[in-house]
């Protein structure tokens, strides 16, 4: 069992930043992937940034590349998304997500994440 809590959405003007925040409890030492991923009505959820918390590596998709950065703490018990230089159409609902299955590491930005946390807003102004 895992359970998700995200938190650190807010509304700010564009160029500003945020920093979102997921906090894991549960069967946290088996997590094989996880990621953040943004749904806007009417739209696609996308995955935005993942992370293999065996070795670190880290996947952006080319929209946040350079602005948006994935880190999890030495505990792996919480993720983390810096978002910087924050434009309009970052403006979204931002879920994290879990996985315990290896084979989230083939796709992670694209894989069927089973555990997800309840989503955070983050509103950008013009």
């Known amino acids: 069992r895992l359970d998700l809590v995200e938190s650190g959405g807010g509304s700010v003007q564009a160029g500003g930043s945020l920093r979102l925040s997921c906090a894991a409890s549960g069967y946290t030492y088996l997590i094989a992937c996880a990621g953040w991923f943004r749904q806007t009505p009417g739209k696609e959820r996308e995955g935005v940034a993942a992370?293999?918390?065996?070795?670190?590596?880290?996947y952006y998709a080319d929209s946040v590349k350079g602005r948006f950065t994935i880190s999890q703490d030495n505990a792996k018990t919480t993720l983390y998304i810096q978002v910087d230089s924050l434009k309009p159409e970052d403006t979204a609902m931002y879920y994290c997500?879990?996985?315990?299955?290896?084979?989230?590491?083939?796709?992670?930005?694209?894989?069927?994440?089973?555990?997800w946390g309840q989503g955070t807003q983050v509103t950008v102004s013009s």
């Open positions: 992370i293999s918390t065996g070795d670190g590596s880290t």
């Open positions: 997500a879990a996985s315990f299955d290896l084979s989230c590491l083939a796709a992670p930005l694209h894989y069927e994440y089973k555990n």
